[in-house]
């Protein structure tokens, strides 16, 4: 069964360094999403992609925050500058049509800023 | 803008027992509505979906939830759990009608503890 893949699982940083997490979205799929979960806390959505540009972005997104689909396959966030608070759990997300609604989800990427 | 409230944090049942979770949401139509199932250290895994019809649906490892207009509720059930069950549980809303897909707005989750 096709799955969304997340690469790395576990990634700590440096505060103000730059990290980039990576998505392989479900290959059919069209729209594309980055979420996050602070330790304890609820999945909040950060931003929503869909031919090749940003749909809708939360007031988390701000403009540390970037994404980007270089090829055909990947789904890239960006932090420029991570701090302290970027410190969670981000998950990539992929549907196949608008208004459909179910999302798929990958397994996530723990960020760790110290 | 939508909401979804789950008013119990933690619920702890005894194998074999019944179980009801309780979602309630806010949105100005009838919306998508999902539950999703975290195991620790894990993503989130799909348990069933609410889009039309049938206001009772069935979804995966015996869960079922049924949605109530009239109470703005999508509460979710399993009439005998499993140690196995124990996990988080995350109720979401998804927006209709949009063109562009839209975002999941979740509730703060409800941990669920299995006593043996």
């Known amino acids: 069964e096709p799955e969304v893949t997340q690469t790395p699982s576990h990634q700590v940083t440096q505060m103000g360094q730059e990290v980039i997490l990576r998505c392989v979205p479900i290959?059919?799929?069209?729209?594309f999403y980055w979420y996050r979960q602070i330790l304890g806390q609820k999945v909040e959505f950060l931003v929503s992609f869909y031919n090749n540009e940003i749909s809708e972005k939360s007031e988390i997104f701000d403009d540390q925050f970037s994404v980007e689909r270089p090829d055909g396959s990947n789904f890239t966030l960006k932090i420029r500058s991570t701090k302290l608070e970027d410190s969670a759990m981000y998950f990539c997300?992929?549907?196949?049509?608008?208004?459909?609604?179910?999302?798929?989800f990958g397994p996530g990427t723990r960020l760790t800023v110290l | 803008a939508q909401s979804v409230t789950q008013p119990d944090i933690h619920i702890t049942v005894s194998e074999g027992a019944s179980l009801e979770l309780r979602c309630n949401y806010s949105?100005?139509?009838?919306?998508?509505l999902f539950w999703y199932v975290q195991s620790p250290g894990q993503g989130l895994q799909l348990l069933l979906k609410?889009?039309?019809?049938?206001?009772l649906v069935q979804g995966i490892k015996g869960f079922e939830a049924e949605f109530k207009r009239s109470q703005s509720s999508f509460n979710l059930r399993k009439p005998s759990v499993h140690w196995s069950d124990a996990a988080e549980y995350f109720c979401?809303?998804?927006?209709?009608?949009?063109?562009?897909?839209?975002?999941?707005?979740f509730g703060t989750g409800t941990r669920l503890a299995v006593r043996p």
């Open positions: 949105y100005g139509a009838t919306p998508y």
């Open positions: 979401a809303v998804g927006a209709r009608g949009r063109s562009s897909g839209d975002k999941l707005t």
């Open positions: 290959s059919n799929h069209l729209y």
């Open positions: 609410y889009f039309s019809g049938d206001t």
């Open positions: 997300a992929s549907t196949q049509l608008a208004g459909n609604g179910e999302q798929f």
